[in-house]
């Protein structure tokens, strides 16, 4: 199975300021015939279902403010929120899709300093 | 529109078999590239992928879970069905189904997502 870790954990940031987000995969999630990376990020709110926010590594859903953008390729990706909103405040996993079983990241809870 | 709606007991007992029916519409899993699958988040825990069938009716398991969850497809009904037999505690949690669809020439992630169902496992 492939293994998503996620970094920090938790972080605290101020209103207005970026947020950063690491995910590293234990396997590559590219795929060399079409260059496409399978790693998606969700934002996850109490009470409410999971959102996709980015797929394809760098490609913002349908809706998602262009306030959060993700980069990287093969085995390691960044989720950025940047003019970061109390809205914002949740927890965002990452996700390969790469094989199935679909591992999500531990999650990383952000918060508002 | 695509909508997918989660349905199951709220209270199982431990040793019982839970049975949760996705129910949706808006789209075909007879489309080549769209899958169903089913995830959970147990309490102060992350989300932990489940199972998947695909249009093809291939069917994938977690692997810790494998040998307890069965997932199958009623197409004349529009439900994906997912069993998991001796029941535990552990598995106290919210249950969610999502769609996968195709997007262009590859897959997109997970891009709608049922309101999830909430399930207790106690005697």
């Known amino acids: 199975d492939i293994v998503m870790t996620q970094s920090p954990d938790s972080l605290a940031v101020s209103r207005g300021e970026t947020a950063t987000i690491n995910c590293k995969s234990s396997?590559?999630?590219?795929?060399?015939?079409?260059?496409?990376?399978?790693l998606a990020w969700y934002q996850h709110k109490p009470g409410q279902p999971p959102k996709l926010l980015i797929y394809w590594a760098s490609t913002r859903e349908s809706g998602i403010p262009d306030r959060f953008s993700g980069s990287g390729s093969a085995t390691d990706f960044t989720l950025s929120i940047s003019s970061l909103q109390p809205e914002d405040v949740a927890v965002y996993y990452c996700q390969q899709y790469r094989s199935p079983p679909y591992t999500f990241g531990q999650g990383t809870r952000l918060e508002m300093k | 529109q695509v909508t997918l709606r989660e349905s199951g007991p709220a209270v199982v007992k431990p040793t019982q078999t839970l049975r949760l029916t996705c129910t949706f519409s808006?789209?075909?899993?007879?489309?080549?590239?769209?899958?169903v699958n089913w995830i959970r988040q147990s309490p102060g825990k992350a989300l932990e992928w489940l199972a998947l069938i695909d249009w093809g009716g291939k069917k994938y398991y977690s692997a810790s879970l494998r040998t307890r969850l069965s997932i199958s497809n009623d197409s004349s009904k529009n439900q994906v069905v997912l069993t998991m037999a001796n029941a535990d505690p552990a598995d106290t949690g919210i249950y969610y189904c999502a769609r996968m669809a195709p997007r262009g020439v590859s897959l997109g992630a997970f891009d709608s997502w049922g309101q999830g169902t909430v399930v207790a496992v106690s005697s």
């Open positions: 396997q590559s999630l590219l795929y060399t015939n079409n260059h496409i990376n399978h």
């Open positions: 808006g789209f075909s899993l007879t489309t080549t590239g769209m899958c």
